[in-house]
């Protein structure tokens, strides 16, 4: 009996596709910061969507202020010229939800570097820039749905603008100018504070600058040795500003700053992003260290 020997047959895998290593690189690194921006971007509006409790608070407390201030004191306060009260607070309650929007800012902040979430970015092939970008641009997309629905209850409580389209986009946008100015201060407290509970704290801070301003009375109206301190305020200088573009009452002031207070309220927020911006940077590199 003859045996044949079957010679092995060797299968040859199949040649795998070429992987194109260049898919990435096609593109420059300002196109992929974009990109990585955006992607940040969604990523902190989708936590937003996830915490209903966070939403009802950001969006919520405006239209609170608004109530409370205005009709529960609105009766007992005055407003130089006579005018109507619900008019003149509706410039400072704008300023002032753009103001406080920065300690939301560091508590976010402060709370992704407690979860390793800044540094698992950090580890990730993405534009360095994109994490404090993005939390600019998530921030400035929450200041806008923020001031639609102050403005929204405004018109309802009896609010106008007086001041055509044009005068009342500028005033909006000095608003937002102030916030994106503050971003800056939220994240760099974000990324000294050790804590969410230390960022909590902040409400310190940011309640006797929104006071002692011409948020809620006039500085005219206010002692003598105060007055200046509250016409010098950053935020006065905005919702000064604002309250003179929307044609509302109470906008005027007999001080340099009252008188300029437009020019200002660009000055100011300018002069806070030079300052906090490095600082936010700086501070960011130095996680890694």
Same mark, same amino acid.
């Given at each position: ?132 970008? #993005?939390?600019? &641009?998530?921030?400035?997309? *929450?200041?806008? @749905?923020?001031?639609?629905? =102050? %403005?929204? $209850? /405004? ?98 002031? #007999?001080?340099? &700053?009252?008188?300029?207070? *437009?020019?200002? @309220?660009?000055?100011?927020? =300018? %002069?806070? $992003? /030079? ?15």
């Amino acid at each position: 009996m003859t045996t044949t020997a079957r010679t092995p047959t060797h299968r040859t895998p199949p040649t795998a596709a070429p992987v194109d290593l260049t898919l990435d690189t096609r593109h420059g690194r300002a196109y992929w910061a974009v990109v990585d921006c955006g992607n940040v971007v969604r990523r902190t509006l989708l936590n937003y969507r996830r915490q209903p409790a966070a939403i009802l608070w950001v969006l919520g407390f405006p239209i609170v202020s608004v109530l409370l201030y205005g009709f529960v004191f609105g009766s007992a306060m005055r407003v130089p010229g006579d005018g109507d009260y619900r008019e003149f607070l509706m410039p400072g309650m704008f300023a002032t939800t753009m103001a406080f929007g920065f300690m939301n800012t560091a508590t976010t902040v402060v709370t992704d570097v407690g979860k390793g979430v800044v540094d698992r970015f950090r580890s990730m092939p993405m534009a360095p820039s994109a994490v404090t970008t #993005g939390r600019g &641009v998530a921030d400035l997309l *929450v200041a806008c @749905a923020e001031l639609a629905i =102050l %403005a929204t $209850t /405004a018109l309802a409580i009896g609010w106008t603008s007086d001041g055509g389209f044009a005068a009342t986009a500028l005033a909006f946008g000095l608003l937002l100018l102030l916030r994106f100015a503050l971003i800056w201060v939220g994240v760099w407290a974000g990324l000294v504070l050790p804590n969410a509970e230390a960022a909590g704290a902040l409400y310190a801070v940011i309640f006797p600058l929104t006071m002692v301003s011409s948020v809620y009375v006039a500085p005219a109206l206010m002692p003598s040795w105060l007055a200046p301190v509250a016409a010098w305020n950053p935020i006065s200088s905005t919702v000064t500003a604002t309250r003179a573009l929307f044609g509302n009452p109470g906008a005027g002031g #007999g001080g340099w &700053v009252e008188q300029n207070a *437009v020019l200002m @309220a660009f000055v100011w927020p =300018l %002069a806070i $992003t /030079a300052v906090f911006l490095p600082l936010a940077v700086r501070r960011f590199q130095r996680l890694s260290r």
